[in-house]
């Protein structure tokens, strides 16, 4: 995974989880969400962790489904190549 390399990248992050668990005000996850429409990378990383959740909430929590494990290596196999071209 990328770092976030700028200060709003960092917010988005951030406020991630607070976001998935419905803590922000309206005003805030507008913010986000508006970020997230014009960021790929955090827009990545938010649906990544959102799936991972409802998978988490779905399944027992000390069982890694083999399809969170197989999204995770293609990910990872993904942001390899992409760096290659660069
Ligand atoms: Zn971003």
């Keep these: 995974m990328g770092e976030p390399n700028h200060d709003e990248c960092l917010e988005a992050v951030h406020r991630l989880y607070h976001f998935l668990d419905g803590e922000l005000t309206s005003e805030k996850r507008l913010e986000i969400s508006k970020h997230l429409d014009s960021?790929?990378?955090c827009l990545e990383a938010f649906d990544f962790e959102a799936d991972l959740r409802h998978m988490l909430a779905a399944k027992c929590r000390d069982h890694v489904p083999?399809?969170?494990?197989?999204r995770v290596a293609w990910a990872l196999r993904h942001e390899q190549e992409a760096d290659q071209h660069r």
């Design 39 to 41: 960021c790929h990378p």
């Design 66 to 70: 083999e399809t969170l494990r197989d």
